[in-house]
């Protein structure tokens, strides 16, 4: 019932990745007036980010290089998504903390808080894409298949032509070729999101 | 027996331009064994940068661009060409000084020398096309539109998205909106390679 | 009882201003064994730079030159010392929020959480020097007379030459035009310690 | 008949050197009207820096931080000379290439060629300074001895500490000092500015 990797690998050019993307699972959202789903964005390409707002890394690069995406490419059919995957220092990046560093860097694409565990420091989300830590930067394609996973510094240039070999896919084939895709997913589960849990 | 814009414009997504790129006119070239010419690059996307090797804009940005383009994106099939259009202190640029300045600043990419003008300072392709100065940076697609042209500082993030929606073009399909273009570019001369001749 | 402004001013160049700086308020120190005083630092040259956590110019220039200076000019006489100066989303800059930020970000010089007002948004330390904002840098002399103060984005090579006359400074010297100021600072109160309450 | 060190290294703060600063040799000054000796910069505090028009680092470092120094500090008493120490692509970095040069990378502070040697490829000051490289950094105090020699990239923060200090020395204890000295260097050659030609 889970999707097979072929679904998505199908015959598209692959960046490093070719699977069904999972949903998130948010606690709150900033910046959108209703709660965002991953499969609602169908038709876009979705660039997904994960940070920490005391991450250092994540404030002086990714959050600014994912905000200017979200300015220079909204128009053109880039949705990006912030979560907030906090998985240290919990009492310190709270709900309330996130609102005034978003405020204060002048953030305005969405941001979802990645929901928080009781028994373990990793939060949902960031379990369920398997994420190796803060900035992560994962792309999704018109047709909901993760193309791109990425721990750490991005380089602009490669970020660019990524986004815009994936915004020449023609949505219609990605939709086409998502057919079976649909099918396969019937009944799928949060779990079904994770066609990576078979990894290492 | 000149080029029509039409040709060009086809029904693939533009960026700024959609006319014949032309021929250029080169006296010297360095970093390639043999001459380059732009019709042999077909099938390739092409990344032509003009400069001067005393143009501050293009030592500290341009050149390191168009180099980074060429050491990451050559294997994906693009093709970075340097253009020297010197059109003032000539006697300070002349080919001894490009190589120094080339072999200093490690430049591996083709670089040609625009072909002087006896009568007048601005060398012959840079009048062809029309450049405002330098930096000015030209993106030909697989058929041999060019697509975009851009005077000044580019930013790289949309630098690579461009690259990226060029590449992700089919070859095929432009080369079978490009029949018509190679049959009336017939016997194309150094004028024909001039469709913005009529522009202001 | 206060101190005159001519006790500072003297004869040694100023950069622009010469008062005695005053006594800090602080409600909680990070990296020092134990509360610091200005007093106590009399003989060094003092680099006071008040900051927000969550203000966007102390992460990116501010903060992370204080630690610079620390680290290269301690040696030499300079003591750095941060003031976490709150007037702002104050439910997300708690000492819990600061100190996983100086975890984060390597901080390793001494930081004091300015002291709160139970009736105004700005703090005790940040009133008494009449700041305006943050990032601010102040810079106190050998003989404790507070020589410069800024608010803003300081330029490097100002900053280093700055530091570089006040080092260079006869400590006796000073301390020798500072005799009066010892005497007529007995029994300084914190009021004593606000010379520039008399401004505009 | 040559100065000994100890005049310099007396009882004033060494950065890492303390010799006394030879003269240059200048085959044609720029930014200039009249030929400038480093003798009547007496009283001021001078930052020399050695530099190739080609070379990488001297153009997105050296040359602007030299620029800015100028800009910044001269009113304050430092006078800063550039110095155009070819060693290499000689054909490259002419006179005429180095006016197109000063010009486009608005430079406006003094720069002299280094007297060229008809038999070796090291210019005749770049040899008498013992030179490794470009770009490289000397200061010298106001009473004419070489405090600082630095070959690389430079950091600000610690340029700026260095020529505070300089500046905040005493010119008139520096040539009080400097007495014997001015005695010795009667009749000084180009040989008598040597005094590092007994190391290593």
Same mark, same amino acid.
């Given at each position: 019932?889970?999707?097979?990797?072929?679904?998505? !690998?199908?015959?598209?050019?692959?960046?490093?990745?070719?699977?069904?993307?999972?949903?998130?699972?948010?606690?709150?959202?900033?910046?959108?007036?209703?709660?965002?789903?991953?499969?609602?964005?169908?038709? @876009?390409?979705?660039?997904?980010?994960?940070?920490?707002?005391?991450?250092?890394?994540?404030?002086?690069?990714?959050?600014?290089?994912?905000?200017?995406?979200?300015?220079?490419?909204?128009?053109?059919? =880039?949705?990006?998504? &912030?979560?907030?995957? =906090?998985?240290?220092?919990?009492?310190?990046? $709270?709900? =309330?903390?996130?609102?005034?560093?978003?405020?204060?860097?002048?953030?305005?694409?969405?941001?979802?808080?990645?929901?928080?565990?009781?028994?373990?420091?990793?939060?949902?989300?960031?379990?369920?894409?398997?994420?190796?830590?803060?900035?992560?930067?994962?792309?999704?394609?018109?047709? $909901?298949?993760?193309?791109?996973? @990425?721990?750490?510094? =991005?380089?602009?240039?490669?970020? &660019?032509?990524?986004? &815009?070999?994936?915004? !020449?896919?023609?949505?219609?084939?990605?939709?086409?070729?998502?057919? $079976?895709?649909?099918?396969?997913?019937? &009944?799928?589960?949060?779990?079904?999101?994770?066609?990576?849990? $078979?990894?290492?």
């Amino acid at each position: 019932m889970t999707m097979s990797l072929a679904a998505c !690998a199908s015959d598209m050019p692959v960046i490093n990745k070719a699977v069904i993307a999972s949903e998130w699972t948010v606690a709150q959202w900033f910046n959108t007036e209703r709660p965002l789903r991953l499969e609602d964005l169908r038709g @876009k390409v979705v660039l997904l980010h994960a940070f920490q707002m005391l991450c250092p890394g994540c404030v002086s690069h990714a959050v600014p290089l994912a905000e200017r995406v979200h300015r220079q490419f909204a128009d053109l059919g =880039v949705a990006v998504i &912030g979560l907030h995957t =906090v998985f240290e220092h919990h009492a310190a990046m $709270g709900p =309330v903390a996130l609102e005034a560093f978003l405020h204060e860097y002048r953030i305005t694409h969405p941001v979802g808080v990645d929901q928080p565990m009781a028994d373990a420091p990793i939060p949902q989300s960031m379990q369920r894409y398997r994420l190796r830590g803060t900035p992560s930067l994962m792309l999704i394609d018109r047709a $909901g298949c993760l193309r791109l996973d @990425k721990f750490g510094r =991005v380089d602009e240039l490669e970020l &660019g032509m990524w986004l &815009g070999r994936l915004l !020449a896919e023609d949505p219609a084939r990605s939709m086409s070729t998502g057919q $079976g895709m649909a099918r396969e997913s019937d &009944g799928c589960t949060a779990e079904a999101c994770m066609p990576r849990e $078979g990894r290492g």
